[in-house]
């Protein structure tokens, strides 16, 4: 070993950077399975040793992105555990969701932490695809539900992350589904200010807006 290790120490710098990039796990976040990222993670801390070890630098972007999504998958992973080996990562779900149940009532004792932000703009940085998931969230029977969607809805959710999708995105225009009818966000929004307290008149106004403007 300490043979092999000697050879190393006197190829060119440029070889073993060369070595260092072919051996690095090339990561997709495309199906960001938990035990698969944390396998890539350990993977990634012998790339490390070992550049320490020949001196050379090497990009610690993908790990540190690793390290980011593991830490926000442990922190919401509700949908995540369910649905994290499918194409478009449902992560965002998990984070926009947050003080809000599952039938879509929201908890009045809990508030908007600004730190949910940060993190979705870390989600999206990292996973741009993950603004495109439109299979979970089957709330009040509707289903490809999209992270915008559970923004507007979310009163949670302040107006500026709802600007903050669409300005990375997220469509405005795409379609929900009730009983596999198609209906557009805002008139279904519209609708649930008619018939329930989901939503206020205020907040669907402003949401209406937002989209008019985008």
């Keep these: 070993m300490n043979i092999i290790f000697n050879i190393y ?17 090339n990561i997709s976040f ?9 396998r890539q993670k350990n993977k990634f801390k012998h790339i490390i040793l070992i550049s320490k070890l020949l ?8 790990y540190n992105n690793i390290k980011v999504i593991l830490y926000l998958i442990e922190k919401y992973n509700l949908y ?3 649905y994290e080996y499918f194409y478009k990562p449902p992560i965002l779900y998990d984070i926009l969701l947050k003080d809000y149940n ?11 932490n600004e730190i949910l932000l940060e993190e979705i703009k870390q989600i999206i940085s990292i996973i741009p695809l993950s603004l495109e998931a439109d299979y979970g969230c089957f709330l009040e029977g509707r289903n490809k539900i999209t992270p915008l969607y559970i923004a507007c809805v979310n009163q949670n959710i302040k107006v500026e992350t709802i600007e903050f999708l669409i300005k990375n995105g997220a469509n405005i225009n795409s379609k929900i589904e009730i009983n596999q009818d ?14 329930s307290d989901i939503i206020s008149k205020d907040r669907f106004d402003t949401v209406k807006k937002i989209f008019e403007r985008s």
């Design 182 to 195: 198609e209906i557009s966000i805002l008139d279904d929004l519209n609708n649930l200010v008619e018939i």
């Design 9 to 25: 120490m006197y190829l060119p710098e440029n070889i073993l950077s060369y070595i260092l990039l072919f051996i690095t796990p």
């Design 80 to 82: 995540q555990r369910s």
């Design 102 to 112: 599952i039938q879509m009532k929201p908890n009045r004792y809990l508030n908007y």
């Design 55 to 62: 001196k050379i630098n090497i990009n610690m972007e993908i």
């Design 30 to 38: 495309r199906s960001i399975c938990a035990d698969n990222l944390i």
